[in-house]
């Protein structure tokens, strides 16, 4: 078992004023895993901008333009997370949900571009899914 230690004391991370969290079961439960890098993207983006009940007001145009996507990436973005019933979005109001139940398809999948290469961790998932951003642009 792994030993955990404080590395840099004088930086640990406090709560001040709002902010954003991903519970831990978005990993432990798969919902990660089920992700193409732009919902990854958009969903991380909707959590840092929501206040306490998960919402947030961000227009079309400010998201394509903050997170470097077109309206029809966004748009498909945007379905693919309501379809997996991680936001709601009423037309203006984004909501971010707590997270549904976990499906026995959720549990223990890695992503699509790392299935078969042994264990991965949290770090690689998301240095993957940066490296497939920058190459849709």
Same mark, same amino acid.
């Not at 030993?3 to 978005?26: A, N």
């Not at 949900?97 to 790392?114: F, G, I």
């Given at each position: ?44 983006f909707l ?6 009940? *998960? ?9 394509? #333009? @903050?997170? !470097? =996507?077109?309206? $029809? ?20 109001i984004f ?22 290469? *042994? ?9 993957? #899914? @940066?490296? !497939? =951003?920058?190459? $849709?642009?």
């Open positions: 078992m792994i030993r955990k230690k404080i590395l840099v004391p004088d930086r640990i991370r406090q709560i001040e004023g709002s902010f954003g969290f991903i519970p831990h079961r978005f990993l432990a439960d798969g919902f990660l895993a089920t992700l193409n890098q732009h919902e990854l993207l958009l969903y991380l959590v840092l901008a929501a206040d306490r009940y *998960g919402l947030s007001f961000y227009s079309c145009n400010s998201i394509c #333009s @903050l997170l !470097g =996507l077109d309206v $029809d990436q966004y748009l498909k973005t945007r379905d693919g997370l309501i379809e997996k019933d991680l936001i709601a979005f009423d037309g203006t909501q971010v949900l707590s997270l549904p139940a976990p499906l026995n398809v959720y549990r223990h999948q890695k992503p699509r571009s790392m299935r078969g290469k *042994g264990p991965v961790s949290i770090a690689q998932v998301f240095q993957q #899914s @940066l490296r !497939g =951003l920058t190459h $849709d642009r």
